[in-house]
Nanobody, 122 residues
């Protein structure tokens, strides 16, 4: 059974940083590209970032480019999202996601974690 478990969310002031983690199990993590998707209160899903199975080709939404960094540790079956210079508009539930085939920028995935809440407040 595929399991994705996010952690690392919390409350932070504007300009602060958080590092999200996603622990993966039940599948061959190092064979799967991964993405992060977020959902702000009352809004739809927004794709945030993508990384290939071998850590190549990190890609970001314009809204987070230059502030967020996606990475992974295949030895630990873990995906990360380093978030710096956080803004109130980054407030959302962040999901770790994957599929057998990923379309970069999509919000449609086969496998989802439970999400972790990030709240940026003044």
């Amino acid at each position: 059974e595929v399991q994705l478990v996010e952690s690392g969310g919390g409350l932070v002031q504007p300009g602060g940083s958080l590092r999200l983690s996603c622990a993966a199990s039940g599948f061959t993590f190092n064979s799967y590209a991964m993405s992060w998707v977020r959902q702000a209160p009352g809004e739809g899903l927004e794709w945030v970032s993508f990384i290939n199975s071998d850590s190549s080709g990190p890609t970001y939404a314009d809204s987070v480019k230059g502030r967020f960094t996606i990475s992974r540790d295949n030895a630990k079956n873990t995906l990360y999202l380093q978030m710096n210079s956080l803004k109130p508009e980054d407030t959302a539930v962040y999901y770790c996601v994957t599929s057998d085939t990923i379309v970069v920028g999509s919000t449609e995935y086969d496998y989802w974690g439970q999400g972790t809440q990030v709240t940026v407040y003044a």
